[in-house]
């Protein structure tokens, strides 16, 4: 099976990114009725208009299938993310803030179904990692500081958790809002912290 799958990218690229781009895009349309965990390498053929075989020319299972879904949305946060924090939080967060919230935007609905209560936990590990990286950018000129790892580790599941409970709690109010509260408690506290991280160091 992996020979033929190798095979089918070979001789065709363009037309394999497309069928397995259709295979994604149908697991996010039945996920939303059946939640992540609830769609079936069947439900995911026929409503892509093909058969098992090409399913599994492109996917060892469903799990792969969600895992390399997961992805496109993580790569495209992080690029994002990563484009406008590259020259410190103080400089260009605001910048950083629209950058998520085009995202979010984009990937509304798929995002939330992999962060709710009946979401993947393997989504919420991995997204806490990727921004762990980028708040590593933040504090790029503190390398040195014992501190540096608990203040990320703290930036990252405050920020994961926040947007968490707004989905869940039936956005109760705007995304412009929630940038806010955001943007807020960063500027207030992770540059505060920043600026005693170096101190720290001196």
């Known amino acids: 099976m992996l020979v033929e799958r190798e095979c089918i990218v070979k001789k065709q690229p363009e037309k394999t990114a497309q069928t397995k781009q259709s295979l994604i895009d149908a697991y996010w349309q039945l996920a939303k009725q059946y939640g992540i965990k609830g769609v079936t390498v069947n439900a995911v053929a026929l409503t892509a208009g093909l058969n098992r075989a090409t399913f599994y020319a492109y996917f060892v299972d469903i799990n792969e299938l969600l895992c390399q879904a997961e992805e496109q949305i993580l790569d495209v946060l992080q690029t994002n993310m990563q484009t406008a924090l590259s020259n410190g939080l103080?400089?260009?967060?605001?910048?950083?803030?629209?950058?998520?919230?085009?995202?979010?935007?984009?990937?509304?609905?798929?995002?939330?179904?992999?962060?709710?209560?009946n979401g993947d936990p393997n989504f919420v590990s991995s997204l806490r990692q990727r921004?762990?990286?980028?708040?590593?950018?933040?504090?790029?000129?503190e390398k040195d500081s014992v501190y540096k790892d608990y203040v990320i580790a703290y930036a990252t599941s405050a920020l994961v958790g926040l947007l968490t409970y707004w989905h869940e709690s039936g956005r109760?109010?705007?995304?412009?809002?929630?940038?806010?509260?955001?943007?807020?408690?960063?500027?207030?506290?992770?540059?505060?912290?920043?600026?005693?991280?170096i101190n720290d160091i001196v």
């Open 131 to 141: 921004a762990s990286v980028l708040f590593n950018l933040v504090f790029k000129n």
């Open 172 to 197: 109760k109010i705007g995304i412009d809002k929630v940038a806010d509260i955001c943007r807020n408690m960063t500027i207030g506290g992770l540059i505060k912290l920043k600026q005693t991280l």
């Open 90 to 117: 103080q400089v260009d967060f605001n910048e950083a803030i629209e950058n998520v919230l085009r995202t979010l935007a984009k990937y509304d609905e798929k995002l939330f179904l992999l962060l709710g209560k």
